[in-house]
Structure formats: structure tokens, C-alpha cells
């Protein structure tokens, strides 16, 4: 603000001092920590104020009275104003350690909601929503102008005399100062969409139509997937109070007027009448989460004081004390309109967000500007519904011009937001700059790219780049060469491909795939949503709890085991897999296949006998092949993915998954053909618990109907390796357990810091808890057990893994008990150092000598 105040000066000299001199300006901070406190309402008691910005600093034309200082979670403060002063220095204490308590009349009383004013207010406000509900009308059509801006936050002087800036002294020319901080800024990009919001009533249909997009800025170095503005978009999104829960920074947060739980969520105060804007007058309601550590808003609402208890202006954040992670401060300043059918409407909707991610990343900000308007309630032809999902991108929605923009803008671009092609330019010609962009890519994305010419983008990718060099049991040391070619390539042909070799078995292993998309790609043909027929061919090393595996089975992080896994098998297999999902969230796959799958390392195959298993290699059947036919659906509605360059990611969570599979085959051991038929279910869902969290529930089952050998029969989902792995167990060994039918239930409660942040000593580090359960119940038919004295000559099936030792032949698989299920316990902290979640581990049953009993295990994992 001071640097802002000296421009100010130098523009409008002699007056600016004459001004200065009439000014009263300070900074409010915590009285304990030092702490500059945002957002502070600094009020004269005979009207007329401000708040303080982020720095917690303001300034107020002087007059001399009385001048209030007051914040949620802060003693108010009063203090006399008797003559012109700069920089002063006021210190509120904080309610920190007495949550309950709330300064109104200058005494504390303990805050109750029963014959609470504050509250009573609030369930009236609640019940006029129903009021201004637009879908009370047959058809709606809302014009919706967004622009999000990225900039680098708090830029000085010193930053450009720093080594990682020295050589760019052109970035000077594109730093502005933000209107709302005061704080020099250097955008980084700006995103601008403008969307027209459909509705239909009967039948029920609600879509959006985008008219116009266009995106500039650090997107265009990286070529493909639009993943910054993407992802802001995504964490950064609208604020509709409306609604019960707000979805922001990819979290659920309580609505301060929700209908469920607004009430038993937050603790309201009346703070004044007065005059908003000098033409409304309306009731100043503050409000604040029971814990200002729960993912809730505080602020204020502005009620209009006209008996009608519509929300005229909502003025809020998250609280200082917030648990959430890299967001310094957030302002939402949100303006409501009545229309003339009477409806109290959102006109416009800004937030500004200030984020801290590391020391060395720097400080970054995020300002999110969202006007409506053109509300209409006419009849909208039947035809303007019908697309595919619920947003359609019109055709020339890239194309629009400078007029359509500007018709469209309420407010202009800056100066460095309009110039923002030419930043991008002057970076790709700095010397050396892109040899550096080439490998930071590398590293985010797993991909080397083979050209550094963004006019002649990458038509191959070699990668991925944690495959390269790794171990196991039949390899020993192993290097793989991948490459894949993208869409700069061919936009509907896609390539795909690497060779292995193992140091210890002295073998070449490979694969390849051709990939035709039946829709047109911007890179990768697994870009939602996909439509693909794709052939590969594959021969290599695997163990049989690979196949569970969501990543690359060789990828080198997770090669890395906490038991010795030395079963393992080369397979040859053939694939041929059409693919094809909706807008809707429905998926189905159907796929052919015929694999040869030969045992190796200390797994062998060996059919059941009536002299019982042999050590003699004779014995041993030389492979399994199979052929079989798979078909698939997955339903996961209300699902959104975001496509970045190399992977897709599913941003909502919470959408349910239903899914069901069926695989019919045949298996071969050279004499005769027998049948096999899989078939399994599963269901996901998550529930949000408010303050306390979310809970993840995975529910599968399935069955195998025929009598096969144990390759065929089902395995658990286990993990073997150190590094977490949603859906799998933990502790169960490979092959360890053998069913023909089973149902596992995979439970897991992430309490967000609930607990932690009532403990001082772990408040501070902003821990958060997980607990969590996983559960198998398994039974195997008598049918498919080679234990049985009926089965001790069935050549069908092959006697279970096991390893051979002084005292004979000890079993590694082996039968579960019906009435036991399989338990294991979990018990996490997640938010370690913002980054790092770490599990302990722990089996209850089917313990057994050299059973590992606990385990740790860990991941990185970044949220807010």
C-alpha cells in the first residue's frame, strides 16, 4: 500500500500531500503473534469505514470520533481518533482459547443459538431462498461472463536482482500493481470464458452452452492440455450460497445460509444497520465456524432491512486460522440484484486468493471475476437441449473477436493481461530457456519430449522416464526403452511401444500397441472421452499381484517390496479392446484375448495327482494359455475429468462409481478345452461429514463359476510394495490367499484435522488423521480344492504355490475360512509438511510364522 500511496503522489502532487496530511492509516495485527490480520472492519462509530487489505493494513480520510476495530475471532476494539496520524500500529487480542465468547456489548457472554437474534435472523433468511429459486420457472437463459487471472503475488524490486530473474529484465514492462492489494503483480495468465446457462423444466434439463473461451498466457509453453487454467478453474470455482455446499479448493464447504446445516455450523453475530453502497439499507450479519480450523467461510452477510430477508451482499473468506493448506487469504466479494419477476439474483461474484505454496515457489494469486446477466424466462426451443452432457462448446467459441469480448466484459482487460502473447514470446527467446523448459516438462509429466520447437510440437514422447531403470526377482536389473507418439503425429493414430532387458534371466521383453481413436485428440488417445479400438501385443515378466497394480508394473518407486516375491511368470499375450465412454459418466469395454502365461522363478505349475506333488521337474506343465472374451460397464455419474498432456484426472471425487464385468474363456494344457466364467461387481462411494471429514467406501464381490486351476481362480487386490495404493490390502502376500467367490469391503475416514486441531502441540502442524479398514471374506467351492481327497487326481487342477524346503513342500496360497474374514487396520497422517501421507498398518488374523503382522506405508500426496 505504501508503494501504491507514493505513485499516487507523484501523479497528483501537490494535492496528494495536501491529501496525505488529512489521512489517518495503520496496521492491525495480532497482539500475540505479531500476525497481520486482513479483512479487519475499521469503522468510525458515527458511520463511514473500511477493512484492512492483505497486509492488514488501511487508510481512512481523518475526522476525529471514535474508530472501532473489529474481526471474527478478535476482541472489538475502540479507540478515540483526535488528529491526523501515519503508520500506527493497533493490536487486537485474539478469542482463540475461548471460541464461545464474543464481544457485542463490551462484556463476554458465552455464545448460545437458543433465543439468539443473530440466529433467529438467519433461519429467516434461510427460508426466503425458496423465493429466489429460478427453477420455480419453466425456462431460464443466463449470460455468465468469467475471467480468472494467475499472477506471480508480491513482486519487488529485489526479485528481478535474483539469479532465476536477472536474465529476464523485460518482465519489469508486464508487472502492474492489483487494485485490491496495492501489491505488484506479474500475471502469468488469464483465462476467459463466456457461457450461456440453459433451463428446462419438463422435461427437467439443465446445460451449458459456451459462446466464447480463449486462454493466453504460461499454457501456451507447455503446448497441450491447458492444465494451469484447467485446474484453477477446478479448485477456484463459483461460490452460489444458494446451494448447501459450495464446492471450492476441490472441497466441500457448509453455505453460511444452507438449509441443513448453516445453523449448527456457524455462530452468527448483528453487527450494525446500515446504508450498503449509500441506497440499500441492510442488516451486518458476521459469521464464523464453531472452529475456524473446519472448511467453512467467515465474513459478513448484508441482509436487507426491509422484511423481505434477501441477501444483498455477502463480503467473506476462509478464517485466518484455517486449515486449509497454501491459501494465505481469500476474499469473496459477492452483489445481489432483484429481477423484475422479484427473484434475488447473484450479479456479480469476485474472489481473490492469495497463495503461499514453498518458500522457494514463491507467492502466487489467483482473482476470479464473474459477472451475470441477460436473465431471461422465455420459451427455449426443445433442439437447444439436445447435446451430449451438460456443456457443449460452440463451434467458433475460440474464434470470437475483440467486439464480442468487449460486449461481453464489464470491465477491461490490463495492461499486462492484453499483452500477455507477447510475454510468452520474449520468454521462448530467451537463450536457453527452453532447454529448461524441456526438462522441467520431463519431470512433471514423465515424458521427454523429442522437440523443443513450439511451432513443431513433439510428434514422439520417449517414456515414461520411471521406467527406465528398475529390479525384480527374474530380471535382477532391468532397462527399458518406451516412446509413444501423440496427436502433433496424427490425431486419430496412435503408436506405442517399448523393449526390456533383464541383466540376471538374459532376455529381451517388449510390447506394442496401435491405438485408433474414433474422436479426434489433443495429444493422448486416453483423453475423456474416449472411443478406441486398440491391438496390443505383449511379452514379458510379471508377478501375479501385478495385474493389481494402477501404474507401470516396472515402475521403479514401486519395485521396491516388503516380501520377497518370487512367483512370477512370462507371458505372451494378444489383445484387441474397443473402448467407449459418454458425457454421462458410462463406460463399457468388450475385449478378445489369448495369452500364454509360462511359470517361472520358484512358481510352477503342476496338475493334482493321486501320488501327490513332485519335486521333479518332469511333473511340471510347461505354460497355461487362455483365450477369452471380457465385457465391461462403469457408471460413474456426475463425474469430471480433467485431460492433461499425459494422464487424465478424475477432479470430482465424489461422484458414486457402479461397475460390472464378465469374462468367459477357455484354458489349455494341451489335451482338452475347459470352460471358465468371472464375473464381479463393485460400487464406490464417498460421504462428506462437514467438519469432520470424508468417509471412502469400496464394496466388491465376484465369482467364478467353473472349475479352473489356480491362475484362474481370484486373488486378493494386494500391494506389495511400500508406496499406497487406493483399493488394495496391504499386508496380504502375493498369491496368499485363493477364492472362487469373495466380497471385500475397503473403508477409510480422513477426519481433515477434526481431533489433531484440538491438540496445541499438533495444531500448529496441521496434521490431519485417517483411519481406515479392509476387510475379505473368501471361500473356494469344494469343486476347486486340490486339498480335497475327491480332487486328488482331477488333472483340471494344479496344485496351489508354495516353496519347497528341507521339511518338504510349505504352501504360500492357501484356503480361507468362511466364518473368518481377512481384517486389516489402518491408521494415517496425512498434511506432513503439506505433502507427505504415511499409514501404519496392522493385521489382525490369518497369522501365520513369517507373516508380517505391520506394516508402514507412503505416498506424496498434495491437497488443500
Not at 483465462?191 to 451449458?208: A, M
Amino acid at each position: 500500500m505504501k508503494r501504491l500511496f507514493l505513485l499516487l503522489t507523484l501523479l497528483l502532487g501537490c494535492i496528494g500531500a495536501v491529501l496525505a496530511q488529512r489521512n489517518i492509516s495503520g496496521v492491525v495485527i495480532d497482539s500475540k503473534t505479531g500476525e497481520k490480520l486482513p479483512f479487519v472492519n475499521v469503522i468510525y462509530v458515527d458511520g463511514g469505514g473500511t477493512q484492512t487489505d492483505f497486509d492488514g493494513r488501511f487508510t481512512l480520510p481523518f475526522k476525529a470520533g471514535r474508530l472501532r476495530f473489529s474481526v471474527l475471532g478478535y476482541e472489538t476494539k475502540t479507540v478515540s481518533v483526535k488528529e491526523v496520524a501515519d503508520s500506527l500500529v493497533f493490536r487486537l487480542k485474539s478469542l482463540d482459547r475461548s471460541l464461545g465468547t464474543a464481544e457485542v456489548t463490551g462484556k463476554k457472554t458465552k455464545y448460545s443459538r437458543k433465543n439468539n437474534p443473530a440466529v433467529e435472523l438467519m433461519r429467516k433468511v434461510i427460508a426466503a431462498k425458496k423465493s429466489s429459486d429460478l427453477h420455480q420457472h419453466d425456462y431460464y437463459s443466463i449470460d455468465k461472463y468469467s475471467k480468472i487471472t494467475f499472477a506471480l503475488n508480491d513482486v519487488t524490486d529485489k526479485v528481478f536482482e535474483e539469479d532465476k530473474f536477472k536474465k529476464l529484465p523485460f518482465l519489469k514492462d508486464h508487472v502492474e500493481v492489483c487494485n485490491e492489494t496495492g501489491k505488484l503483480i506479474l500475471p502469468l495468465s488469464v483465462d476467459e470464458t463466456v457461457t450461456r446457462l440453459i433451463y428446462r423444466k419438463e422435461p427437467k434439463s439443465e446445460k451449458n452452452i459456451i459462446l466464447g473461451q480463449r486462454s493466453n498466457g504460461i499454457n501456451d509453453l507447455l503446448n497441450t492440455g491447458d492444465i494451469v487454467n484447467t485446474m484453477l478453474k477446478d479448485c477456484f470455482t463459483d461460490v452460489d450460497i444458494y446451494n448447501d455446499e459450495v464446492r471450492l479448493l476441490q472441497y466441500p464447504f457448509t453455505s453460511p445460509i444452507s438449509s441443513r446445516t448453516a445453523i449448527s455450523f456457524y455462530r452468527y453475530f448483528i453487527v450494525d444497520t446500515l446504508m450498503v453502497d449509500g441506497k440499500q439499507r441492510c442488516i451486518q450479519v458476521d459469521f464464523t465456524p464453531n472452529n475456524p480450523q473446519d472448511f467453512g467461510f467467515s465474513g459478513s452477510l448484508y441482509i436487507m432491512a426491509d422484511g423481505t430477508y434477501r441477501v444483498y451482499k455477502a463480503d467473506m473468506g476462509i478464517p485466518v486460522r484455517s486449515d486449509v493448506n497454501f491459501v494465505q487469504s481469500m476474499r469473496i466479494i459477492q452483489t445481489f440484484d432483484q429481477l423484475p419477476t422479484g427473484e434475488q439474483v447473484l450479479v456479480k461474484d469476485n474472489m481473490l486468493v492469495q497463495l503461499h505454496i514453498t518458500k522457494s515457489a514463491g507467492k502466487f494469486q489467483v482473482k476470479r471475476d464473474t459477472e451475470y446477466s441477460n436473465f431471461a424466462f422465455e420459451p427455449i426451443p426443445d433442439k437447444t437441449f439436445k447435446f451430449k452432457g451438460e456443456t457443449l462448446t460452440s463451434a467458433n467459441a475460440q474464434m470470437q473477436d475483440e467486439h464480442f469480448w468487449q460486449e461481453h466484459r464489464a470491465d477491461s482487460l490490463t495492461k499486462s493481461e492484453s499483452t500477455m502473447k507477447q510475454l510468452i514470446k520474449k520468454l521462448e527467446s530467451v537463450k536457453g530457456f527452453k532447454p529448461v523448459l524441456w526438462v522441467a516438462k520431463a519431470f512433471i509429466e514423465n515424458f521427454v519430449e523429442t522437440s523443443v520447437n513450439p511451432d513443431k510440437p513433439s510428434k514422439v514422447d520417449i517414456g515414461p522416464v520411471n521406467t527406465m531403470i528398475t529390479h525384480n526377482f527374474v530380471d535382477g536389473l532391468r532397462l527399458r526403452a518406451s516412446a509413444q507418439t501423440t496427436a502433433n503425429f496424427n490425431k486419430h493414430l496412435f503408436l506405442k511401444g517399448y523393449i526390456a532387458y533383464g541383466f540376471k534371466d538374459e532376455k529381451w521383453k517388449g510390447m506394442g500397441e496401435v491405438t485408433y481413436s474414433f474422436n479426434k485428440k489433443a495429444y493422448l488417445p486416453r483423453e475423456f472421452p474416449v472411443n478406441n479400438l486398440t491391438f496390443n501385443y505383449s511379452r514379458d515378466v510379471m508377478s501375479p499381484s501385478d495385474k493389481f497394480m494402477p501404474t507401470d508394473k516396472d515402475n521403479v518407486f514401486t519395485s521396491f517390496k516388503w516380501t520377497t516375491v518370487d512367483h512370477m511368470m512370462y507371458y505372451e499375450t494378444y489383445k484387441l479392446l474397443w473402448d467407449r465412454e459418454w458425457e454421462n459418466g458410462l463406460r463399457f469395454y468388450v475385449q478378445l484375448r489369448t495369452s500364454k502365461d509360462t511359470p517361472t522363478g520358484h512358481l510352477f505349475y503342476q496338475s493334482v495327482h493321486a501320488d501327490g506333488i513332485s519335486r521333479e521337474a518332469g511333473f511340471n506343465l510347461p505354460y497355461l494359455r487362455t483365450y477369452d472374451l471380457s465385457m465391461g460397464l462403469r457408471y460413474q455419474p456426475g463425474v469430471k475429468w480433467i485431460n492433461t498432456k499425459q494422464r487424465r484426472i478424475a477432479s470430482n471425487n465424489d461422484a458414486p462409481i457402479f461397475s460390472l464385468s464378465h469374462t468367459a474363456g477357455l484354458y489349455n494344457f494341451g489335451r482338452a478345452d475347459y470352460a471358465y466364467n468371472l464375473t464381479e461387481a463393485g460400487v464406490y462411494k464417498r460421504l462428506w461429514l462437514a467438519s469432520w471429514g470424508k468417509m471412502d467406501f469400496t464394496l466388491k464381490g465376484g465369482v467364478q463359476w467353473n472349475k479352473v486351476p489356480f491362475p484362474l481362480l481370484i486373488m486378493p487386490a494386494a500391494n506389495l510394495s511400500y508406496i499406497m495404493e487406493d483399493n488394495t490390502f496391504n499386508l496380504i502376500d502375493n498369491m496368499e490367499f485363493l477364492n472362487d467367490r469373495y466380497v471385500s469391503l475397503m473403508y477409510s475416514w480422513d477426519l481433515n484435522g477434526k481431533i489433531f486441531n484440538r491438540i496445541p502441540l499438533l495444531k500448529k502442524l496441521k496434521w490431519r488423521e485417517y483411519i481406515g479398514c479392509n476387510v475379505l471374506w473368501g471361500t473356494l467351492s469344494s469343486k476347486n480344492n486340490p486339498f480335497l481327497d475327491k480332487n486328488a487326481n482331477d488333472q483340471r487342477l494344479l496344485y496351489f504355490p508354495g516353496n519347497w524346503g528341507d521339511d518338504g513342500f510349505n504352501y504360500q496360497s492357501r484356503v480361507m475360512d468362511r466364518k473368518v474374514p481377512y481384517v486389516e487396520v489402518v491408521a494415517g497422517i496425512h498434511n506432513i509438511f503439506k505433502i507427505f501421507h504415511i499409514e501404519y498398518v496392522h493385521r489382525l488374523n490369518y497369522i501365520r510364522p513369517g507373516t508380517q503382522k505391520w506394516g508402514i506405508r507412503g505416498m506424496f500426496r498434495l491437497t488443500f
